[in-house]
Nanobody, 130 residues
Framework: QLQLVESGGGLVQPGGSLRLSCAAS????????IGWFRQAPGKEHEGVSC????????NYADSVKGRFTISRDNAKNTVYLQMNSLKPEDTGIYYC???????????????????????WGQGTQVTVAS
């Protein structure tokens, strides 16, 4: 069974850091592009960051550029999202999602669109508050 499991969320003060992990089981991430999305209360899913499977090219939402870093370790079948300088507006449920390289767009800039993704984790809550 294909499964993605997020971890690493929690409560952090503004300016703090968290590292989210997305571990895959039942399939290898080698042939999948991965995206991180978040959903704040009452809002739609927002594409936060995406990473290709081939050359590990990355893309970020303007709201997180310079603060968040996505990376992947295919040997561990895991993708990470390092989040620094967190702000209250970063609060939400963070989801990772996977799409096959066969289906993913060639340009990473076009990849952070939730409708593309076939497999989703259950989400992990991130709360930034003092």
């Amino acid at each position: 069974q294909l499964q993605l499991v997020e971890s690493g969320g929690g409560l952090v003060q503004p300016g703090g850091s968290l590292r989210l992990s997305c571990a895959a089981s039942g399939f290898t991430l080698d042939y999948y592009a991965i995206g991180w999305f978040r959903q704040a209360p009452g809002k739609e899913h927002e594409g936060v960051s995406c990473i290709t499977s081939s050359d590990h090219s990355t893309n970020y939402a303007d709201s997180v550029k310079g603060r968040f870093t996505i990376s992947r370790d295919n040997a561990k079948n895991t993708v990470y999202l390092q989040m620094n300088s967190l702000k209250p507006e970063d609060t939400g449920i963070y989801y990772c999602a996977a799409v096959s390289v066969v289906k993913a767009p060639a340009a990473v800039e076009a990849m952070c669109v939730k409708e593309l993704y076939d497999y989703w984790g259950q989400g992990t809550q991130v709360t930034v508050a003092s």
